[in-house]
């Protein structure tokens, strides 16, 4: 049989370190995303809507079509581009554009 590691308690005696002056540096990781809170309260869209898919990402710039509006946490549409390609975007990353004459 094995013998246990044995454990010391703490000194009773041992003092704290003197208070600092300056406080200490915060530290930010680099990992660390910003969430955009209005993204949560969505657009007034609806289905055949010309919008354009701005902010960045995929598509950027391009107009598109709305073809649904699935849902869920953040308000998102599936839009079919000039181009035939689909993509779900964010309704925060939509702005709506007049249609056609």
Do not use: F, H
């Amino acid at each position: 049989m094995r013998k246990r590691k044995v454990t010391y308690p703490t000194p009773r005696n041992k003092k704290a370190p003197p208070p600092s002056d300056t406080p200490e540096p915060v530290y930010i990781r680099p990992t660390v995303v910003a969430i955009d809170m209005r993204a949560a309260s969505g657009r007034d869209l609806a289905i055949g809507d010309r919008v354009r898919i701005i902010g960045s990402g995929l598509y950027n710039g391009e107009t598109a079509i709305v073809e649904s509006l699935p849902g869920g946490v953040i308000p998102s549409a599936l839009v079919r581009t000039e181009a035939g390609r689909t993509r779900r975007v964010r309704t925060i990353d939509l702005e709506r554009v007049a249609a056609e004459a």
